[in-house]
């Protein structure tokens, strides 16, 4: 079971390899523009990396949120 800290920890690297993600598609775009032809590489590689962190940070915020009860074991299902 993965307690709340882990939890927290792991939205946080997510947010700042986003946010990392987020500021090399815009360098990459720079780039691009000017007429670096491999920028454009670069900026879509980076680009879906940022959708996939971000992607990623929701579900691991929503699950941090979230505060499930526990469901028991065995018994009668009704």
């Given at each position: ?40 590489v670069?900026?879509?590689l ?32 009704r």
């Open positions: 079971m993965v307690t709340m800290t882990v939890r927290a920890l792991a939205l946080l690297v997510l947010v700042v390899a986003w946010a990392g993600l987020v500021w090399l598609a815009i360098a990459a775009g720079r780039s691009a523009r000017d007429g670096d032809a491999l920028a454009w670069w900026l879509a980076a680009a879906l990396g940022a959708v996939a962190a971000l992607a990623a940070a929701l579900a691991v915020g929503t699950r941090l949120v979230r505060r499930e009860e526990p469901r028991p074991r065995g018994g009668k299902h």
